[in-house]
């Protein structure tokens, strides 16, 4: 079963950038999207990004023009560079793996901390 990995979490202050990276482990042979989430204390976790296996990416409202999703060939992972940071950014961000059909092919990993305050 695959299993995602994320790393580069940190704390920056506002309008700083951060780049995260979501790798795998396992069998990835059935995987066709992989999804950056979101989780921030006290709310629900929400998809920020998503890009599928032919390169369409999808957004939320709230990152579009900031966060940038894509593929890493060096590092063998799916990145999220996230630019203008602000202080609503501030959670645990989580990478996850769906087949062609979108369905949930791994259990959530332990997620890295993004923090932004000055």
């Known amino acids: 079963q695959v299993q995602p990995v994320e790393s580069g979490g940190g704390l920056v202050q506002p309008g700083g950038s951060l780049r995260l990276f979501c790798a795998a482990t396992g069998n990835t042979d059935p995987v066709h999207t992989i999804g950056w989430y979101r989780q921030a204390p006290g709310k629900e976790r929400e998809l920020i990004a998503r890009i599928s296996s032919d390169g369409r990416t999808v957004y939320a409202d709230s990152v579009r023009g900031r966060f940038a999703i894509s593929g890493n060939k060096t590092k063998d992972t799916v990145d999220l560079q996230m630019n203008k940071l602000k202080q609503e950014d501030t959670a645990v961000y989580y990478c996850?793996?769906?087949?062609?059909?979108?369905?949930?092919?791994?259990?959530w990993g332990q997620g890295t901390q993004v923090t932004v305050s000055s």
């Open positions: 996850n793996f769906f087949d062609v059909a979108d369905a949930l092919l791994a259990d």
